[in-house]
């Protein structure tokens, strides 16, 4: 569970589950002082006074205790108030005996009492969710969904929290829950009561990646514009959908298909570094927002003023002198949002006597009703270039480019291997017989991903004939088939396919007499299932594996088989195989004898495999290697394996697979105008998902560090390399005209009134934490083209850009320059000009290698 970085060392447990969201407030100091927190029709009331939150999602599982303080620290640089959090049910609890809702809510209601985590106890937490988008499937359940629901609100607001509760798109929501909205764009959005405040408790700022697919990228400038535009219309807290997304370590990964990697085109990405330009194109957008709240929190609701067909403003004040037509002198509050819902153009518009001019799809923040200090669609923050890893960004004219730079030289993580052979089918002596195909999850509640099948028929020798006299070959049909299945014949793999309740027609070679049939089911990513304790028999509750990811009666879904196997094209007639005798095996048998495990012995029967080595399928490697010098985050590069999981010094850092995107869906540009949706700007495209997986530094020693694989497929480990992530590459383009640096307004502290103190422009550069500009690879201040990576000069240039940015920043780990002919004189008069930059980051020296040589 994230809490504020002064509170992470009181805790004493780890506090996660599915049914319950937290919201705790940011602050700083060790001690907390006690505050209620109440709402009203327009915000949360924090203490006295009304508050509009920025709140940050970390699901706190998907990263190590040690990355907590540092992700919570950059949210909070970046502008967010507040940190949501998900108590993952199944992490806590993943056999039954310890599952029913009510008790287990209650008990971490009760855990987080007991330290004083609530606000009223001087706590940071703030606001609680139980369950979630439960709305969107209550009708399926008849009247006892919604008996469901009013129990669930029942059930929460009885533990005593004391503090408010919400239901996520449970527009019938009880009186005292406040319900909210997840979605893309909030806001059209209002609560089913005028007496609750208009919350966004997942604003999806990406969307999930499968294997094979291509990697989707929602673009900075469509995301800001939608938090503008709820905030606009009297919103009082949007939660990122995520902020850090992070990592599915070991089999958590949500599905079915999804990948280990949880990244969701965040502002911080997976491993915990700034995405750039959103995170700073947000952070912007928090000040700007930050500047408003006086006006925002003192409205009860905006004034509404149309500017055009698809131009519109909403004015908060404090206390109004005029008629909406003049902006008063003795206006004490005002902030105005100004918004172009255009898709295809600009606009131009007459605002209090003023004009302003918008582009297509954005909004304009007016703390003081009279100077723009932001637009959603004008990015004038640096793009980040990192070293390893798939990523993509949108900037300048929407161009889309790989934010990535693989190192020309990757050196293999090792050459010493040893291997252990995984049998093929069963293998222990937990195995059992039944008549019938089982469901998996029933078989293998879900302790692995694996289920084997086993089974035997007889072929006659008119069978063979028929097949060798028509050239044709029998079928395995499977009427149904979800994840992933292997089919082996005679201990020899004859196929496989992948897919969600799909038919399997697979031709297979059979000899005359007895074979053995052996079928291999796969659970390739599985999320928590949320029993409704209402609506599941005791028979049903028996059995509670973990299903997909959403919808109604998924305990019904299952995984493995379903409908008729048969043999088909014999003679003279199918084989029914459904109603065969097969004997089942749960698991892998390195699995049973938990081989990853650094204390595991070479009892197991590891050996050494040489390069030379013919592989085979389903076998485990182990080596051992050192870690990177250093602080960065590390990952693996698995792009040379096929299908499998890996284990280092015993931490599951996940599934791995290699399967590539298709080649066409990506395009060139990505045109951040108009409603987003998960297929729009896709990137990747031909290919692999995931190569990199990451590994967290606190799971790393110095030397020594064991990786174990289990490879399904016949690829060999030898190329597995290990790689250090980080910004290499950092660009930026700011023009004259950009707007002032957020910091540059300030409140007054004798009227409140805003002030604005100096309206240059700024460029500011960054590079990773502990990392310093080595370089300046392109400077010109003037009228500069191209973009990131191809900046060339233009007619218009500044002699002395370069020696003058050099000065500002090289060694240092950031560095801010003004956009002005102060600073670089005027070489063209007359023209706009602009600064564009390159430079290039270095880590800092490694001390640990230079003391060891």
Known sequence: MAVPVSRTKALKFPLLLTALTIHFIIVTGEYFKPFNVTYDHRALIIGDKRRILISAGIHYPRATPEMWPKLIARSKEGGADVIETYTFWNGHEPVRGQEEMERYVKKIVDLMMAESLFSWQGGPIILLQIENEYGNIESSFGSKGKTYMKWAAEMAVGLGAGVPWVMCKQTDAPEYIIDTCNAYYCDGFWPNSAKKPKIWTENWDGWFANWGERLPHR????IAFAIARFFQRGGSLQNYYMYFGGTNFGRTAGGPTQITSYDYDAPLDEYGLLRQPKWGHLKDLHAAIKLCERALVAADSPQYIKLGPKQEAHVYRGTSHNDGQYLSSNESICAAFIANIDENESAAVKFYGQEYTLPPWSVSILPDCRNT????????????IKTVGPDSVSVGNNLLFPQLMIKSKLESISQSWMTLKEPLGVWGDKNFTSKGILEHLNVTKDQSDYLWYLTRIYISDDDISFW???????TIDIDSMRDFVRIFVNGQLAGSVKGKWIKVVQPVKLVQGYNDILLLSETVGLQA????PLLISKAEKTVLPHFQNYGAFLEKDGAGFKGQLKLTGCRNEDINLTTSLWTYQVGLKGEFLKVYDVNSTESAGWTEFPNDAIPSLFSWYKTKFDAPGGTDPVALDFSCMGKGQAWVNGHHIGRYWTLVAPNTGCGKTCDYRGAYNSGKCRTNCGKITQAWYHIPRSWLKTSNNVL????????????ISISTRSTETICAQVSENHYPPLHMWSHSKFDGKLALMDKTPEMHLQCDEGHTISSIEFASYGSPNGSCQKFSQGKC????????????????NSCTIDISNVVFGDPCRHVVKSLAVQAKC????????SASS
């Open 529 to 532: 299932l949320k029993l409704h």
């Open 708 to 719: 174990v694989i289990f490879e399904e497929t016949d690829r060999t480990p030898f190329e």
């Open 842 to 849: 270095s880590p800092p020296p490694d001390l640990s290698a």
């Open 373 to 384: 200090a932001f637009n959603t669609a004008k990015v004038g923050t640096q793009t980040s």
């Open 797 to 812: 240039h500044a002699a002395n850009s370069l020696s003058v940015v050099s000065q500002a920043c090289k060694g240092k």
């Open 219 to 222: 673009p900075t400038e469509d």
């Open 468 to 474: 060798e006299e028509n050239d044709v070959s029998p």
